[in-house]
């Protein structure tokens, strides 16, 4: 059963640039969520996609974005980058059945805004 | 609008010796529950959840915590620290099972031999 996986582990960025994180969710897994944990603090919901619809959000601007692909894979786009938008970014993916709803997250992005 | 708050940032503990992170909810509906830990550099685990079933709940290397609702509590605990539980724990409330996790601040853990 492959994991949770996520591209890239690190990166740096300019303020006013953008980015776009990457994650694969675990095999058999139809919803991705994204997380933001700032430096000393606990995650915070960014969205959540399932079956490729966004299935929730966050209090975020709109320039935090995101896609969920046919395969489950999903993407988190950051528009006009803020240095408070460095972080580690965390995506989760969550399947059905007797473990639907279990978050399996996976080691997350730092993004280094300066 | 649902809110966690995790007493102390820092606990330490003595090999061996209980272990006790505390974590208190604010929720309009009735909540899920959870308990993650993340190890340096890693990820989110989960240790253990509430879905409404037994108030008691056991989860991995030992760990159970209690729900509480006229605490509105779910603490932490494990009878026996063991240094690889050095970690920084986290609690989290949801209004919906597996969705808009709202995470407490953490607490870091350390374990002193």
């Known amino acids: 059963e492959t994991g949770v996986t996520q591209s890239p582990t690190h990166l740096i960025k300019t303020r006013g640039q953008q980015v776009t994180l990457r994650c694969s969710s675990q095999?058999?897994?139809?919803?991705v969520s994204w997380y933001q944990q700032a430096l000393g603090q606990g995650p915070q919901f960014i969205f959540q996609?399932?079956?490729?619809?966004?299935?929730g959000r966050g209090n975020f601007p709109p320039r935090f974005s995101g896609l969920q692909f046919p395969n489950y894979s999903s993407e988190l786009n950051v528009n006009a980058l803020e240095l408070d938008d460095s972080a580690l970014y965390l995506c989760?993916?969550?399947?059905?059945?007797?473990?639907?709803?279990?978050?399996?997250f996976g080691e997350g992005s730092r993004l280094t805004v300066l | 609008a649902q809110s966690v708050t995790q007493l102390g940032s820092h606990v330490s503990v003595s090999e061996g010796a209980l272990v006790l992170l505390r974590c208190n909810y604010s929720s309009s509906v009735p909540p899920y529950l959870f308990w993650y830990v993340q190890y340096p550099n890693q990820g989110l685990q989960l240790l253990l959840k509430y879905t409404s079933a037994a108030t008691l709940v056991k989860g991995i290397n030992g760990f159970e915590a209690e729900f509480k609702k006229s605490e509105t509590s779910f603490h932490l605990t494990k009878p026996s620290a063991h240094m690889s539980d050095a970690a920084e724990y986290f609690c989290?409330?949801?209004?919906?099972?597996?969705?808009?996790?709202?995470f407490g601040a953490g607490t870091i853990l350390r374990v002193k031999s």
């Open positions: 095999s058999g897994h139809n919803t």
């Open positions: 989290a409330v949801s209004p919906q099972y597996g969705n808009k996790l709202v």
């Open positions: 989760a993916s969550s399947g059905v059945g007797e473990r639907a709803g279990e978050l399996f």
């Open positions: 996609y399932y079956r490729e619809e966004e299935n």
